[in-house]
């Protein structure tokens, strides 16, 4: 996600597994409709050429070589490509199979695909209600500066409004500055005193089997 300047987002992915050994914080957006209007406002300033067409859709089955192909781009910048394990078929089976609890949108410039986005549905106990989560927001590299990052981040708010979710939530790298900066200008409050836990692989199955 970006100023452009900031042209992925790590949703915090508490974002869906962590793909990288760097602290990310958890940003959060508490207001979703106010976080709608501060991108308008943004969007406002970066209109669009009337050749530059952004469309946004819901990832299908046949998109699932792009998704991983956009996955590993984005592992590539965090540093963490040998922690991507997935292959194409784990994600038409964990984003579109029987019982899929994420989903997928692809961002398209001109009929092209240039982004992606996987999000899915969390609950707070203390709001009483659905919250999304955003576990990645990628635009590939030579697509970023034109507003298709803001795009699509704002069609996730709206996603989060329509749901009725109370809160929108996603996780970045503590270096990655740019984006940092983008996210509190747009009302996203870091959640400093909260650290994630995880369990995954050989300690999560041997605790899991007592």
């Known amino acids: 996600m970006a100023c452009e300047a900031v042209p992925f987002f790590r949703a915090a992915a508490l974002p869906i597994a962590d793909k990288s050994p760097h602290h990310k914080v958890l940003y959060q957006v508490w207001n979703v409709t106010s976080a709608v209007h501060g991108l308008n406002m943004a ?19 046949s998109d699932a070589p792009q998704i991983l192909a956009f996955i ?51 609950y707070s106990t203390w709001l009483g209600s659905n919250c999304l989560y955003l576990e990645d927001l990628y635009i590939t ?11 699509l981040l704002r069609h996730l708010a709206k996603i989060a409004c329509d749901n009725d979710c109370g809160r929108f939530e996603w996780s970045v790298l503590d270096w990655n500055t740019p984006a940092i900066e983008f996210y ?20 999560l199955r041997e605790f899991a089997e007592g």
């Open 43 to 61: 969007l406002s300033i970066f209109r669009q050429g009337p050749s530059m067409t952004i469309e946004i859709r819901p990832a299908t089955p």
């Open 72 to 122: 590993t781009e984005l592992a590539d910048f965090e540093k963490a490509r040998h922690e991507v394990i997935a292959n194409v078929t784990d994600i038409e089976r964990s984003l579109f199979g029987e019982g899929a609890t994420a989903h997928g949108l692809i961002c398209l410039r001109d009929g092209v695909p240039i982004g992606f986005a996987v999000f899915f549905f969390s």
């Open 141 to 151: 590299p030579e697509q970023r500066g034109g507003g298709a990052g803001k795009t």
């Open 184 to 203: 509190k200008s747009l009302g996203a409050q870091p959640q400093e005193e909260w650290v994630r836990y995880r369990m995954d692989g050989k300690v």
